[in-house]
């Protein structure tokens, strides 16, 4: 048996849910690669962005086959996938990494406070800062139980360079309920944002 939530009507079994939430990530990473055709990007860059797309859609299916223990945990990390593909279609006009236990995109961490490295370097006569996700949400957070987030202020006004963390509080968790992280960092340039991209983080609390 697996858990029962909404989403569970929508498979008889948890490897019937898993075998669809995989192909359709297959299938949609399709549209994804046409988007990058489209954009023009040079040779290079072009078999560049289709190649991360590529390892999105490997590493993906393989959490959602290996970890992917419940509805709530498959629709988590198939979701935070497309949010990859997404962000690598668009690709970064700046530098932007996020770190947990020194390790990007895909993470483990034990159970406890999470601290997750954002870093960015905006392009010269720029500055980045963290910025929302949507108008009232600055995080968009998606767990398989509670969490708490905690932000510093010096992150969301920004500098020459940011370098900060994001802690996150899993006392309500358990081990391997995954939890997924998209924040957004803006490059600005005098009183306007002249970039924004979203970068996802998928962790596996162990």
């Known amino acids: 048996m697996f858990a029962a939530d909404s989403s569970s009507e929508r498979a008889t079994s948890i490897e019937d849910y898993q075998n669809a939430c995989t192909e359709f990530i297959t299938d949609i990473s399709k549209d994804y690669k046409d988007w990058v055709d489209r954009y023009q990007l040079g040779e290079q860059e072009t078999v560049r962005r289709k190649s991360e797309i590529e390892a999105i859609v490997r590493k993906t299916n393989e959490w959602i086959e290996k970890h992917g223990t419940t509805i709530k945990k498959v629709d988590i990390i198939m979701n935070d996938g497309v949010n990859k593909m997404a962000e690598n279609t668009a690709g970064y006009p700046f530098r ?41 949400q600055l995080l968009l957070i998606s767990s398989s139980s509670p969490v708490d987030v905690s932000v510093s202020k010096e992150s969301l006004k920004g500098g020459d360079i940011l370098d900060d963390y994001v802690i996150i509080g899993s006392k309500a968790c358990q081990r391997y309920d995954v939890i997924s992280v998209t924040a957004v960092v803006e490059e600005v340039e005098g009183d306007h944002v002249a970039e924004s991209r979203g970068y996802s983080t998928l962790i596996l609390l162990t």
Do not use: C, W
């Open 96 to 136: 932007y990494d996020i770190l947990v236990n020194k390790t990007s995109r895909f993470t483990q961490h034990e159970l406890g406070e999470i601290r997750m490295n954002i870093r960015a370097t905006p392009r010269p006569g720029r500055f980045a800062r963290l910025g929302n996700y949507q108008k009232d």
